[in-house]
């Protein structure tokens, strides 16, 4: 009986803590690119809201003030500068929200069993598990729409006009989510991975 209680109190503080790291988690990715390829850029500059050189949309941008801000510190520390005149690069961004289908994996009750390396403890006693008693038994998954948002940053030669950098992160948010510290620290996250020193 002891070890019963104790196998559901297992499993349920588990997917509480799935639940809780799904939610807060920030995916941050890059474009892969040599240091060597990026060692000539020391300025850069802003497209201008409404610049449509290079395809860009600019009419949804609530934090744009915040993007710019946030991205400006930590292309400082990059060792680039501001040149709105003669820039070697511009940068611009984008954000996005889309709405997707999350899968949680939460305790169920019913038949709940906890196992680790093959053995099941529960209802079917010490061994190895089969059937309804395996380590999965005591986890139910359920679906629910959320939304998830995007923010990106791309890095432009300014004579060839090429993309020659990207950096984004998405993480999942709601009402509750506090966007203004949500930015920043994704942008400090996305410029960690453009590879100029200072």
């Known amino acids: 009986m002891r070890h019963s209680l104790f196998n559901q109190l297992c499993l349920i503080i588990f997917g509480i803590l799935l639940c809780a790291c799904a939610k807060s988690a920030l995916k941050v990715m890059a474009s892969k690119v040599s240091p060597s390829e ?4 020391k300025t850069y500059a802003w497209i201008a809201p409404g610049d449509s050189a290079l395809n860009t949309r600019r009419d949804d941008k609530i934090y744009a003030g915040a993007i710019q801000d946030a991205a400006d510190k930590e292309l400082a520390k990059k060792g680039l500068k501001i040149d709105a005149q003669n820039p070697d690069v511009v940068f611009m961004f984008d ?6 289908v999350a899968y949680r994996a939460a305790p169920n009750s ?3 069993a906890f196992g680790f390396g093959g053995y099941n403890y529960g209802y079917n006693g010490y061994g190895y598990y089969a059937g309804y008693g ?10 629910k729409l959320v939304n ?21 992160a998405s993480k999942e ?3 509750k989510t506090n966007i203004g510290s949500t930015i920043k620290r994704a942008t400090t996250f996305i410029f960690a991975k453009l590879p100029i020193e200072k």
């Open 95 to 100: 954000t996005k929200i889309d709405e997707k």
């Open 148 to 168: 998830e948002g995007t923010l990106t940053y791309f890095m432009y030669d300014r004579n060839t006009r090429k993309l020659i950098w990207q950096g984004w």
């Open 134 to 143: 395996n380590p999965m038994a005591g986890l139910e998954t359920t679906s």
């Open 38 to 41: 990026l060692k000539n850029y």
């Open 173 to 175: 948010i709601s009402k």
């Open 110 to 112: 019913s038949n709940a």
